[in-house]
């Protein structure tokens, strides 16, 4: 089974703290993204990567930037959180699309929390 | 614009009966993939079925079914035998042949009452 897993599950920072959500996937999967949910607005991507060191920007970028040095690790990093980007985050991967029927595998999702 | 409309934000439906949860997509490529995906209140998302723009049978998988119209880019979830445990959120998504991403629509939050 694949297995994507996601370091923290619940968080809380303050303001203006520097915060770092990891995400490492067991598939060798080429693709990974960050995901954001919000209730009525769905998942929006905010980057997602097809490759080492290779990153595309989603939806929503703004507040963040991501890290990808190795191809099971993506990391997405908020510089200086704001009480806005309080919500759920969704770390996903997948093949690379040779085929539209593979499936992207989520893990269980961060809820942070800015105070 | 948006490309995944799911236009019932929340749905009810009794327990063993029948409920079709909608799902509408945009797309101009002729080759593309359609999903959906459950996620319950842990919030874990879980991959349900899947349907391929030119897989001429509708998808189905247990008491999952897709009903797939091509014209109407339409691409309705359709869960046979509710059971109290298929309460949670359900996201349709599409995958499109020139994209990595998968895009996902705003979700329906189906109840299944006893």
């Known amino acids: 089974d694949v297995k994507v897993t996601q370091s923290s599950r619940y968080l809380v920072k303050r303001t203006g703290e520097k915060v770092f959500l990891e995400c490492v996937q067991d598939m060798d999967h080429e693709n990974m993204f960050w995901y954001r949910q919000d209730p009525g607005l769905g998942l929006r991507l905010i980057y997602f990567?097809?490759?080492?060191?290779?990153?595309e920007k989603g939806d929503i970028p703004e507040g963040y930037s991501v890290s990808r040095e190795k191809k099971e690790r993506f990391s997405l990093i908020l510089e200086s959180a704001s009480t806005n980007q309080t919500s759920m985050y969704l770390c996903a991967s997948s093949l690379s699309g040779q085929s539209h029927g593979d499936t992207i595998y989520f893990g269980e999702g961060s809820w942070l929390t800015v105070v | 614009a948006q490309k995944i409309t799911q236009t019932q934000p929340g749905m009810f439906v009794q327990e063993k009966e029948a409920v079709t949860l909608d799902c509408t997509y945009d797309t101009s490529d002729q080759s593309y993939g359609l999903f959906w995906y459950k996620q319950p209140s842990s919030g874990e998302m879980i991959f349900l079925i899947y349907?391929?723009?030119?897989?001429?049978q509708n998808a189905t998988e247990g008491r999952y079914s897709l009903n797939f119209q091509k014209a109407r880019k339409s691409a309705n979830l359709v869960i046979s035998a509710s059971q109290l445990g298929d309460s949670a959120m359900y996201f349709c998504?599409?995958?499109?042949?020139?994209?990595?991403?998968?895009?996902f629509g705003p979700g329906t939050r189906l109840s299944v009452l006893p």
């Open positions: 990567s097809y490759d080492v060191k290779m990153k």
């Open positions: 349907q391929g723009s030119y897989d001429e």
């Open positions: 998504a599409m995958r499109e042949w020139r994209g990595q991403n998968f895009v």
